[in-house]
């Protein structure tokens, strides 16, 4: 069974993120970068089903050269090969991305995707239903439960009020990857030494682009404001849930 | 990767260091980082989310953490592919050692299993040892421990009673004696015992735990370490095979020390972990701490706690990374298929016993001053068990002593120069002729147009001072040397500033990193004077109160060193800036 992984390289969420003098972007020089961690689990649902129907494994990145890195990370992971599509110079959105990781998955005519829910960067949780689209497949997301018999997934996923929905999906299918899914594996060390050997192949983003452009246009970044300090209510528990009510009412509006 | 041309031991005190051959970690691959953060997430993870267990000793723990380990492949490293393991340097060695120390007792089990447990099967076994035990080594399978010490043979290794005699069938050893303070002597599948073959030559043997007539004692309760195993081997008509006879008998002192020469390094390479673990809980205590409604970070005494700490750090580290760059050149010349790969490999190690010994004191005494603070900023509550501090300061104590005590170290690295000077091995004599010569016609001037000139001058000045107090002690006491303890220490002492301070600027300089150059000129202007001071009282007690005969040293001193000033404050100030911001060294 051929296996796509859609990744994506985000800073480390311990970061600091610090903004760009310009206001466009991020200062890049200290960040640690690692593999999404939502993608982390969408190897992982790979690699087990590798494992249980046999074929390969195929990790799919669109990003700048230092992308690779995650990349090899998740050849580390036991992935068989990568595939890096270059963005160096290209105006980045979901939908370019999804344009891009769709027509590389196209190409390679995966029988079934993974990718992480989101990227915990932007946060857009788009690029995962573009590609389907693009693709013409289903997708399901946020998936905390995947069985594949034959040729028919049976997926689960968490609905409001803490019910669960079971689907059943004919392949393709793009499985959008949850927490709770797996337990990642990590890298053993002679997984580490094999990745070296593992072939990257590296496609140009324009020859996937072709006419499209990205539709958002990113005006500014700004650091959300700090948090103010807390009140402390002192006072007998009484007298003091009395007068957080108050406050909560009068001076918070809440309730 | 490691430098191409294979340097001689002791060769930075005479030779010009070339920049090229000194290995910073900054130049490490992408997949040896990605080791270090496979070791840094299994012992974060597996290993201190067990912390507590470990500490009281959890029945089994130890060992299933360590054959956990081994399933990560991190016990593989630097066995041969031949035997199952990776084959893998000193560098990725170090890398491993560093990264596996967010849980001091089990770091110390690791260290100890992986170097002076496996090591010696490894460089001195024959084939047919090495295929029985080394893939067994890798996977943990089985565990191992070094037996060397005994109750009354300590540093003094050699004075050791445990004795072995050919059984009558000549199929086996008959072995004697009891073996002391043995880390992983408990949980350990294969030790390796020093005994001397009818009481006389020293020989070093395979033995297996489950072998008639092995047992050990019980648990040592310890100052720190709680959860390491350190018990007393005991061998009681013990039944070894002939053919687990280690190298040759007789020559077991020669395996016993330079096992130690590679669990020297390997301690260095620990204790860098183990200030990068400080100062990951100092730092971030430091800003969260409020006295007088400020961060205590904000205050000059804490913060230039902080930022000497990330000093010793960087030195450490950039000698350690120096020294097993070396290494791995000296190795990757050897070719793996010759019948006596192994010789050599021994020869290149012991060829870097001077930076081992360096690595050893440096890296526990450093560790030891960053632990110490650690409890100093932390305040009360560095005393108090409860906090992440105490422990530490309790547990580094023993680097000072275990692996040759610093004392028996200080000694092994003017030892070990003088002797090689006096064999010609090292041409020490041409330097000290050049320098005593120079003396009266001045000494070359590091051209002026090189960025940090005048701090490359100060390292080559100590150098110059290490040869010629060295010189001096020599021509003065001669073949009463070895008796003249303290002045071989200050000796020593100059000589492993001279590498920790040239590691660090080299590596500044390679990188130009502001905060790296305000670090190695910090160290560099803070130990110059302290050694000029020792170098001089050396003097004075060598003149032995005879004025005439102390005036030339003096006046050779004061052409030797030369005080330049620094404002340190400020150094420091750019050090704890960068750590405090980024909570962490690194």
Known sequence: MKIGVLLKQVPDTETKIKIRADGKGVEEGEIKWVINPYDEYAVEEALRLKEKAGGEVVIVSAGPARATEAIRQALAMGADRGIRIDTTGIEQDPYTTAVMLAGAAKNESFEIIFAGKQAVDDDCAQVLIGVAEKLGWPHVTPVEKFALSGKTATLQRPVAGGTKEMIEADLPVVVGCEKGLNEPRYASLPGIMKAKSKPVAELKASELLGTERARINVTKYSLPPERRAGKIIPGEPEAAAAELVRLLREEAKVI | ?586
């Open chain 2, 1 to 586: 990767m490691p430098s191409p041309s294979t340097i001689k031991g002791g060769s930075f005190l005479i030779e010009p260091t070339v920049s090229a051959d000194v290995f910073i970690p900054e130049e490490l691959s992408f997949e040896f980082k990605e080791l270090g953060a496979t070791a840094a997430r299994f012992s974060t993870r597996e290993v201190f989310s067990k912390a507590e267990a470990i500490e009281t000793k959890e029945p089994g723990l130890m060992t299933s953490l360590l054959k956990a380990a081994g399933e990560q492949g991190l016990l593989m490293l630097e066995v041969p592919e031949a035997y199952g393991g990776l084959g893998l340097g000193k560098v990725a060695s170090t890398v491993i050692a560093e990264n596996i120390t967010h849980q001091t007792s089990f770091s110390v089990a690791f260290m100890c299993h992986t170097g002076i447990g496996t090591l010696p099967v490894l460089y001195y076994g024959t084939d047919e040892q090495k295929k029985r035990y080394l893939p067994r080594l890798a996977t943990g399978e089985m565990l191992a421990a070094y037996a060397l010490t005994e109750a009354n043979a300590g540093t003094d290794a050699l004075a050791g009673k445990a004795k072995a005699v050919l059984s009558a069938d000549k199929k086996h050893y008959i072995l004697n004696g009891e073996k002391m303070f043995i880390t992983n002597g408990g949980i350990a599948d294969l030790i390796t015992v020093f005994a001397k073959v009818d009481g006389e030559h020293f020989t070093a043997f395979l033995v297996e735990r489950s072998f008639e007539g092995v047992s050990c004692g019980k648990e040592e309760d310890k100052l720190g370490l709680h959860g390491t195993s350190t018990v007393p081997i005991i061998l009681n008509d013990a039944k070894i095979p002939v053919e687990n006879v280690l190298g040759e008998v007789g020559r077991g002192h020669k395996i016993a020390f330079n096992v130690l020469n590679i669990g020297r390094w390997k301690l260095g390479a620990a204790t860098v972990g183990g200030m990068k673990r400080l100062i990951e809980l100092t730092a971030p205590y430091a800003n969260q701490r409020y006295q007088f409604g400020r961060p205590i970070s904000s205050f000059q005494l804490i913060r230039q706690k902080i930022a000497v700490s990330a000093v010793l750090t960087y030195l450490t580290e950039s000698l350690v990374y120096r020294y097993a760059g070396a290494l791995d050149g000296a190795l990757s010349k050897i070719e793996k298929d010759s019948p006596d790969c192994a010789k050599c490999a021994v020869d290149a190690i012991e060829e870097l016993a001077i930076e081992a010994s360096i690595a050893k004191i440096f890296g526990s005494e450093a560790l030891w001053q960053v632990s110490d603070e650690a409890v100093q900023i932390f305040g009360g509550y560095g005393f108090i068990r409860d906090y992440p501090v105490e422990h530490h300061y309790r547990d580094c104590r023993i680097n000072r002593i275990f692996e040759g005590t610093n004392e028996i170290n200080r000694l092994i690295i003017t030892g070990t120069l003088v002797k090689r000077a006096m064999s010609g091995r090292i041409d020490m004599m041409t330097r000290l002729g050049e320098i005593l010569s120079q003396l009266k016609a001045g000494f070359p001037e590091v051209d002026p147009s090189l960025s940090h000139a005048v701090w490359i001058d100060q390292v080559d000045r100590l150098k110059r001072l290490a040869v010629y107090l060295a010189g001096v002690a020599v021509q003065k006491y001669t073949t009463e040397l070895e008796r003249h303890q303290a002045t071989l220490a200050v000796i020593s002492d100059i000589i492993m500033d001279v590498y920790a301070l040239e590691s660090g600027l080299v590596r500044a300089l390679k990188v130009r990193s502001p905060v790296f150059e305000a670090v190695a000129v910090y160290a560099i202007a803070e130990r110059a004077p302290v050694l000029a001071q020792k170098a001089r009282q050396a003097l004075v007690n060598i003149a032995e109160g005879n004025e005439q005969a102390l005036s030339p040293y003096l006046k050779a001193l004061e052409r030797i060193v030369k005080f330049v000033p620094a404002n340190v404050d400020a150094l420091l100030e750019t050090v704890a800036a960068r750590v405090l911001e980024r909570e962490a060294y690194d």
